[in-house]
């Protein structure tokens, strides 16, 4: 049974940093990619970063290209959204999701909260 399970999110400072993890089970990476989404209150979901994990690409949107990164940890099938420099703008519920034919599986979010 395919699992994604998102956590690491909190409320942080403006010009802070957190990890989120998403923990995936159920499945083999290498078929899929993962994307992070966010969803502020009022907003449209928006695609943050994304991983393809058979060649390695990576995609970074513009509101958070040099910021945010986006890694994979091998032994645990978990990957991660390193995000440094956070903003009020980047609060938000975060959410990682899998891309076979389609996004398939969703984690269950994590609220980001930027502020002083």
């Known amino acids: 049974q395919v699992h994604l399970v998102d956590s690491g999110g909190g409320l942080v400072q403006p010009g802070g940093s957190l990890r989120l993890s998403c923990a995936t089970s159920?499945?083999?990476?290498?078929?899929?990619?993962i994307t992070w989404f966010r969803q502020a209150p009022g907003k449209e979901r928006e695609g943050v970063s994304c991983?393809?994990?058979?060649?390695?690409?990576?995609e970074d949107a513009d509101s958070v290209k040099g910021r945010f990164s986006i890694a994979r940890n091998n032994a645990e099938n978990t990957v991660y959204l390193q995000m440094n420099g956070l903003k009020p703008e980047d609060t938000a519920v975060y959410y990682c999701?899998?891309?076979?034919?389609?996004?398939?599986?969703w984690g269950q979010g994590t609220q980001v909260t930027v502020s002083s």
């Open positions: 999701a899998r891309w076979g034919m389609g996004y398939d599986s």
């Open positions: 991983l393809v994990f058979r060649n390695g690409l990576t």
């Open positions: 159920g499945f083999t990476l290498e078929d899929y990619a």
